[in-house]
């Protein structure tokens, strides 16, 4: 597997003569507000302290105001965000009694450290005093310190994914790229770019010999339904989408594509909605005429859809590239693009 940034140049895409905005090199902005609110609430949810008082928890979260973004410019992240949120919590003492109060923070923002947030509990006004006061004081507050914290390196690491990537002159890496055994590479949203292609492929072989093959299998789950992501395949707009650049997609039988700049070409040879694709799939750089055979098997697992690729026909010694170009530009581009 290629580490960040020594990839192979076929897959990455640079600045274009055209002024399109590749690998968001100008200003760019993505609104993560709702994200923020739903992972925030989810962590809030999740605080539980206990000791000889009794045991104390966070039940709802009844305020969460603000919104984030994260912004790119020249290769640079920005992170803004603004919350003012009010949890509530609830105590039971060692003797079966039962209290609640409130945890308010009203300065979460990216211009205060973690250990700058205010952070104050209390008790509801109609509750008698409570040793259990103490406890959510001593205990909560480093509890609640701790996973606003946590929100705020998920924001930085995971989601921010694709919104800065490596050219193939510098090789910057991100700021928690992420190589699982099992085949994965949580980068996203990378092209291909015709300046990385004239400069660093090598040309099409000629055709009238034969050639040694090879193939793999690759399989995925995304969070999502068979129709959604057997859509996100064949339909043009998609494809765009999560390619982020030009791309021409006949999604019927015997229709063909084109994407990335022209460096992925085929041809759909056998389609059965929300079930299975079949396409003749060829990269711009591999002997003229030749295809591999890929099929998408979509399998429904209720709320998730399990795919498995099959590849078989790739030219010996372009496996590996292969293999790497469809985990990180379809799959994880897919899933860092639409939430899948």
Avoid at 136 to 145: A, F, H, M, N, Q
């Amino acid at each position: 597997m290629a580490k960040w940034g020594e990839g192979d140049p076929r897959w990455i895409v640079e600045e274009r003569a055209d002024a399109t905005n590749v690998n968001n090199w100008h200003w760019t902005e993505r609104d993560v507000s709702a994200w923020s609110s739903e992972h925030l609430r989810q962590l809030l949810l999740a605080i539980r302290v206990e000791g000889p008082e009794g045991v104390c928890e966070v039940t709802d979260v009844s305020k969460l105001d603000g919104e984030a973004s994260i912004n790119n410019r020249k290769g640079k992240l920005f992170f803004f965000y603004e919350f003012q949120l009010r949890a509530n919590w609830l105590g039971t003492s060692c003797s079966g009694l039962k209290y609640r109060g409130t945890i308010d923070v009203p300065n979460l923002s990216d211009e205060n450290d973690e250990d700058d947030l205010d952070i104050s509990v209390s008790l509801c006004k109609d509750q008698p005093s409570t040793p259990l006061l103490d406890l959510i004081k001593r205990s909560g507050i480093k509890e609640v310190r701790m996973v606003l914290g946590q929100y705020v390196h998920d924001l930085k690491s995971d989601f921010s994914q694709g919104m800065i990537l490596p050219t193939a002159a510098d090789g910057q890496k991100p700021s928690t790229p992420v190589v699982t055994k099992k085949k994965q590479v949580k980068t996203s949203k990378i092209q291909i770019t015709s300046e990385a292609k004239s400069l660093s492929s090598p040309a099409p072989c000629p055709t009238g010999f034969r050639i040694q093959t090879c193939c793999f299998s690759l399989k995925e789950t995304f969070l999502t339904s068979a129709d959604e992501l057997y859509r996100t395949f064949i339909n043009q707009e998609f494809v765009q989408v999560f390619t982020r650049s030009a791309a021409t997609v006949d999604g019927r039988r015997g229709g063909i594509f084109q994407l990335l700049d022209g460096s992925v070409s085929g041809e759909f040879s056998e389609l059965v909605p929300d079930q299975r694709i079949e396409m003749r799939w060829r990269f711009r750089t591999w002997p003229n005429d030749h295809y591999a055979t890929i099929s998408l098997e979509l399998v429904d697992r209720g709320d998730a859809t399990e795919l498995k690729l099959e590849c078989q026909g790739v030219p010996a010694g372009e496996e590996e590239t292969t293999r790497e170009g469809w985990n990180r530009f379809y799959f994880q581009a897919i899933k860092q693009t639409f939430g899948y």
